[in-house]
Nanobody, 124 residues
Framework: QVQLVESGGGLVQAGGSLRLSCAASGRTFGSYAMGWFRQAPGKEREFVAAIVWPYTNTNYADSVKGRFTISRDNAKNTVYLQMNSLKPEDTAVYVC?????????????????WGKGTLVTVSS
């Protein structure tokens, strides 16, 4: 079983920055892909960013390219999402995801492991 615990959400003004963390435990992440999704009220969960573990291949949604950066710390089994130039439309619950099948990590219906999420609110 895999456990994912997010932290770092909060309230920030438009143009500001936040860094989210996702601590993973329970399995050996030798070849797991990890990523972030977000879900705004009344909307479906959408892919934000992914990183292949333990490599450095990354993938981003077009809406966050150039503003968000995903990274990982192998020693801590932790994935980060640095979010810069935040916009009100980035407001959502951000959820950490993990899957042993690398191609699944960008598709919510295919992901096997989820955290509980952390709320990010961007005020205008």
């Amino acid at each position: 079983q895999v456990q994912l615990v997010e932290s770092g959400g909060g309230l920030v003004q438009a143009g500001g920055s936040l860094r989210l963390s996702c601590a993973a435990s329970g399995r050996t992440f030798g070849s797991y892909a990890m990523g972030w999704f977000r879900q705004a009220p009344g909307k479906e969960r959408e892919f934000v960013a992914a990183i292949v573990w333990p490599y450095t291949n990354t993938n981003y949604a077009d809406s966050v390219k150039g503003r968000f950066t995903i990274s990982r710390d192998n020693a801590k089994n932790t994935v980060y999402l640095q979010m810069n130039s935040l916009k009100p439309e980035d407001t959502a619950v951000y959820v950490c995801a993990a899957d042993s099948t690398l191609s699944h990590i960008t598709s919510a219906p295919l992901v096997n492991y989820w955290g509980k999420g952390t709320l990010v609110t961007v005020s205008s």
